[in-house]
């Protein structure tokens, strides 16, 4: 297993509205969709897409939404996680596990905002910075079948 292209920085925000327009009058990035609510993932969602990545900006939807204790602690917002492709993301999965890294929550895979199976790797095991892998969509069979 090894990380394949970086798909998205996420960037926690109190307002992605407010953000995108950050992103759009101050570097030019327009290329952004309309706000998503995502309610089983406690999120908000906005995705500027830059020539090479996209920039996911994530409000917190709900009391229990994990992005809310980010912004308790960092109230502006900031750098969330970073997210990479896998063609695999069981195969990854198993991988970090047996690499000794802790993957988050049950460590099952679940459908992300991209519509592909994602986990992700505490940042105690990654300098601090959280890793978010996710299924390379070119490969992604659809719900049911990994590659
Ligand atoms: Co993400």
Redesign the pocket.
């Known amino acids: 297993m090894k990380l394949g292209r970086l798909n998205?920085v996420?960037v926690a925000t109190p307002d992605v509205e407010a953000a995108a327009r950050v992103y759009a009058d101050l570097y030019g990035a327009t290329d952004a969709t309309e706000p998503k609510d995502f309610p089983h993932l406690g999120v908000r969602v906005v995705f500027v897409t830059v020539p090479n990545m996209q920039i996911?900006l994530i409000e917190p939807l709900g009391a229990d939404s994990a992005i809310r204790k980010f912004l308790d602690k960092n109230p502006k917002g900031g750098q969330h996680?970073m997210?990479f492709e896998v063609p695999d993301i069981i195969a990854a999965r198993d991988a970090m596990r047996a690499r000794g890294a802790t993957v988050l929550g049950t460590g099952e895979p679940y459908i992300?905002?991209h519509g592909v199976p994602v986990i992700f790797v505490h940042p105690k095991d990654t300098g601090g910075v959280l890793i978010?892998l996710m299924q390379d969509p070119a490969l992604y069979q659809g719900a049911g079948g990994h590659p």
């Open positions: 998205h996420g996911e996680h997210c992300g905002a978010e």
